[in-house]
């Protein structure tokens, strides 16, 4: 039976961005891993957008979705004013899904989640189906966070109806198989997401995981992603370690909870990646914290 025979998707987040035309010289960074799955349609303009290493350009009326774990970087406007709906939603809503932020870092999840990994990410719909589609879009945005029943039935609807349109029109073909190379990333990453709290997480565990070899991986990993797997394991430690703290924990608390072996082993890291020792970020960020109070 098709996995999707159950879906019931649950929108954590919507909102409509106008983006004006990039400057001269203005170079892409790499935007944060998502950890839901991400729909973009593009009302009007066009711009280009690299994920797992490919690169295309989306125009107008085109819808992508983009899976969790997908890295991905916005390039050069080319096309003017470009208008676009974002949706961020899960393919199955759950008790999980509504316990945790929009982008909460600390999500683990479900591999059914990974549905539209491997798959096409990008399709164009017929012009005379836009106007119905843009209608749906723009109460999904302003009802995703709705308490009304009704609201959140309708939301849930008409989001299962953008899914169908998108799975019934025709992909485009540069993303119609996204490549083995882009999948062992996107895998490596959901991977370290899990398991940043073993301390027996390493490159070489993530290699025997994948059933490839470690120079493959690293060499995979920094050609597509732009940085040294170690450096993006240690990065991840350091990032939640960050959000620990903000939540009022304990440095030797949240040393252990972020896989490192010891006290000294976090605080060299930490002054490394950061600047400053944990203890010093912290009182930072408690000044900061009373300056906004």
């Given at each position: ?8 998707p ?85 008790e ?7 982008r ?93 709290a ?25 050609k ?53 020792s ?16």
């Amino acid at each position: 039976m098709n996995e999707l025979n159950f879906i019931s998707p649950y929108v954590r987040h919507a909102t409509c961005v106008r983006n004006p035309p990039k400057a001269p010289g203005y170079t892409p960074t790499w935007l944060s891993n998502e950890t839901e799955n991400l729909l973009i349609y593009v009302i009007s303009g066009s711009f280009l957008h690299t994920i797992d290493g490919r690169c295309t350009e989306v125009q107008e009326g085109m819808i992508e979705i983009i899976p969790p774990y997908a890295n991905q970087v916005i390039g050069e406007v080319t096309s003017g004013q470009t208008d676009i709906y974002c949706v961020y939603f899960d393919l199955f809503d759950c008790e999980e899904s509504r316990s945790t932020l929009h982008r909460s870092r600390d999500r683990h999840l479900p591999k059914r989640e990974m549905y539209f990994t491997g798959r096409h990410t990008l399709t164009l719909i017929e012009e005379s189906r836009r106007p119905q589609l843009l209608k749906m879009l723009e109460y999904i945005t302003a009802n995703f966070d709705s308490s009304s029943e009704p609201e959140m039935l309708t939301v849930k609807g008409y989001m299962l109806l953008i899914l169908a349109e998108f799975l019934s029109s025709p992909p485009l073909d540069e993303y119609e198989k996204r490549s083995s190379a882009s999948l062992y990333v996107s895998e490596t990453l959901r991977y370290v997401d899990h398991n940043y709290a073993d301390i027996t997480l390493s490159v070489a565990g993530i290699a025997s995981h994948l059933g490839i070899s470690i120079a493959y991986l690293s060499r995979l990993f920094k050609k597509e992603y732009g940085q040294n797997l170690y450096d993006y394991i240690t990065n991840v430690r350091i990032s939640r370690a960050k959000d620990l703290f903000a939540l009022g924990r304990r440095i030797s608390e949240v040393a252990e909870q972020c896989g490192f072996l010891s006290l000294q082993a976090f605080s060299r890291t930490f002054r490394r990646i950061e600047g400053i020792s944990p203890r010093e970020y912290i009182a930072r960020s408690n000044a900061v914290s009373d300056e906004q109070q």
